[in-house]
């Protein structure tokens, strides 16, 4: 049992419903709250528009530090360009560096699990990343479409599921809520 309690897990939030980056976010709040330091890479989100967790982590300092490495605005999934494959690709290196440097005790790759889905990065990289992580970092990944191979070699996954959401009622993102 204590040899578990130490060890880093590999996490997964995906689905169709809110909350993936949301639960990321609050276990990386309950880690600083110990001391811990917490690494995000935003694999699809992009500046320069400062959400509040941009602004949470600002305040929190050197223990959480999120770098938001997508493009400005909206991916197009549907047909990704090639500067979408580029900054995806950036931030791929940079989980690798913090990976092999072991800079965080949770590195959380937000939206990676979309990236790879589409094709923006190599999911055999992805699959390299997960195993060659070290053994006291906690690995957290994000996003929908969670390949199976992910799911695969994951130690927790939890599948967000949509019933109701006020979006399909015409609201938009609010401030605090989904920005």
């Given at each position: 049992m204590a040899e578990t309690a130490s060890r880093g897990m590999i996490q997964v939030?995906?689905?169709?419903g809110k909350g993936k980056t949301t639960a990321a976010l609050g276990l990386?709040?309950?880690a600083v709250g110990h001391g811990r330091k917490?690494?995000?890479?935003?694999?699809?989100?992009g500046g320069p528009i400062e959400t509040?967790?941009?602004?949470s982590a600002k305040k929190l300092g050197?223990?959480?530090?999120?770098?938001?490495?997508?493009?400005?605005?909206?991916?197009?999934?549907?047909?990704p360009g090639f500067k979408d494959r580029e900054l995806a690709q950036k931030a791929l290196d940079k989980a690798w560096q913090i990976v092999r440097y072991n800079i965080c005790d949770i590195l959380i790759l937000d939206e990676i699990n979309?990236?790879?889905?589409?094709?923006?990065i190599p999911l055999e990289e992805v699959l390299k990343l997960m195993a060659a992580k070290p053994d006291g970092m906690e690995l957290?990944?994000?996003g929908r479409y969670a390949p199976p191979e992910i799911i695969e070699k994951?130690?927790?996954?939890?599948?967000?599921?949509?019933?109701?959401?006020?979006?399909?009622?015409?609201?938009?993102?609010?401030?605090?809520?989904?920005?």
């Open positions: 939030y995906t689905g169709e990386g709040m309950r917490v690494y995000m890479i935003q694999f699809l989100k509040g967790e941009i602004h050197p223990l959480f530090k999120i770098r938001p490495m997508g493009r400005a605005g909206f991916t197009n999934l549907a047909n979309i990236a790879a889905a589409y094709g923006l957290i990944m994000t994951a130690d927790l996954v939890t599948e967000m599921r949509m019933i109701k959401h006020y979006y399909n009622k015409g609201v938009p993102g609010r401030i605090s809520a989904e920005k």
